[in-house]
């Protein structure tokens, strides 16, 4: 099992930033990827940025120049700073941890997901 638990929003004004913090525990030594969502009111859960724990990054198109993924090292607590903020940005962040195991040599892995609660972002004037 792990624990997520995110952190860091709030309402900001358009062009402004903030930084979320997703704090990690339980079995961590599993995670092999790390991810931020986010979910708009009435709208579906989308990715927004990925971090591998060889440090590999990705983010969307859309919040490239503006969004920065980091940490997420040995399954340790990740970021996402956010900067330039816009009203589209207003969503409900998610965070979401990648485990693998392998229980026995001969085993297949046991791929998981876990997610957090959410932390909200409103940008608004």
């Known amino acids: 099992q792990v624990q997520l638990v995110e952190s860091g929003g709030g309402l900001v004004q358009p062009g402004g930033s903030l930084r979320l913090s997703c704090a990690t525990s339980g079995r961590t030594s599993r995670i092999t990827d790390m991810g931020w969502y986010h979910q708009a009111p009435g709208k579906e859960r989308e990715l927004v940025a990925t971090?591998?724990?060889?440090?590999?990054?990705h983010i969307i198109d859309s919040k490239k120049g503006r969004f920065t993924i980091s940490g997420g090292n040995a399954g340790n607590t990740v970021y996402l700073q956010m900067n330039s903020l816009k009203a589209e940005d207003t969503a409900v962040y998610y965070c979401?941890?990648?485990?693998?195991?392998?229980?026995?040599?001969?085993?297949?892995?046991?791929?998981?997901?876990?997610w957090g609660k959410g932390t909200a972002v409103t940008v608004s004037a």
């Open positions: 979401n941890a990648k485990t693998r195991f392998v229980p026995c040599i001969e085993c297949k892995p046991i791929v998981r997901d876990y």
């Open positions: 971090i591998s724990s060889s440090g590999v990054m």
